[in-house]
């Protein structure tokens, strides 16, 4: 079977750091995305890596190691708007769909 | 450039009755994915067109539900006849040649079968 695990909830104050892990166990594995979700809208697209190591785009950096079969979503200098849904997903071949993890809530508080 | 775009946003049928989805989506964008999420559980895939031809369906449920991208433009997905079990939130999303992983979604059709 094919499963990504991801925490379900996460709560943090404006300006923390806070980590979201992904690990998953799928048949093939092309790369791990990252996407956000705001009250149940479209899914955005946050982040990607192919390949091991860190990736940053502004205040979220992502993260993999495929020996491990483990990524992480890093998001910095916390605001308000960053409370969403966070979804780690998975391709398992080039060009083809993705495999959702079931998503984790982030809730930021003043 | 305007985004992946669903009609109707929402849509509440009886069981046994027929509700056809739309999506148009990014202009040039080959793959075209619908995608569904049962509340509570992962947006789960359904099928995935490369311009008008089925690349992938192993996501789609049953025979009740019939998926179509004419001229490889728009795609429109069927559910014939609902079953409660249906009801979700039902998204497509759009993406160009080599960059599966990074998807356009469009806002979804929240679809409730009572």
């Known amino acids: 079977g094919q499963s990504l695990e991801q925490p379900s909830e996460v709560t943090a104050v404006e300006g923390a750091i806070v980590q979201i892990n992904c690990t998953y166990q799928?048949?093939?594995?092309?790369?791990l995305s990252w996407y956000q979700q705001h009250d149940g809208g479209a899914p955005t697209f946050l982040s990607y890596?192919?390949?091991?190591g860190l990736e940053e785009t502004g205040r979220f950096s992502s993260f993999l190691s495929r020996s491990d079969s483990y990524g992480y979503l890093l998001l910095q200098e916390l605001q308000m708007k960053d409370s969403a849904s966070y979804f780690c997903?998975?391709?398992?071949?080039?060009?083809?769909?993705?495999?959702f993890g079931k998503g984790t809530t982030l809730s930021v508080s003043s | 450039e305007a985004g992946v775009t669903q009609f109707p946003s929402h849509s509440v049928i009886e069981k046994g009755q027929t509700v056809t989805l739309r999506c148009d989506p990014i202009?040039?964008?080959?793959?075209l994915y619908w995608y569904r999420r049962v509340m509570g559980k992962e947006i789960k895939f359904l099928l995935h067109?490369?311009?008008?031809?089925?690349?992938?369906e192993s996501g789609m449920p049953n025979n009740r539900f019939l998926a179509e991208r004419t001229g490889g433009t728009y795609s429109t997905l069927k559910v014939q006849p609902a079953e409660l079990e249906d009801s979700g939130v039902y998204f497509c999303?759009?993406?160009?040649?080599?960059?599966?992983?990074?998807?356009?979604f469009g806002p979804g059709t929240r679809l409730t079968v009572t």
């Open positions: 999303a759009s993406s160009p040649v080599g960059s599966a992983y990074e998807q356009y």
């Open positions: 890596n192919g390949l091991d």
């Open positions: 997903a998975v391709s398992d071949q080039a060009g083809t769909a993705l495999i």
């Open positions: 067109f490369v311009k008008e031809s089925k690349q992938d």
């Open positions: 202009s040039g964008h080959d793959n």
């Open positions: 799928t048949s093939g594995f092309y790369g």
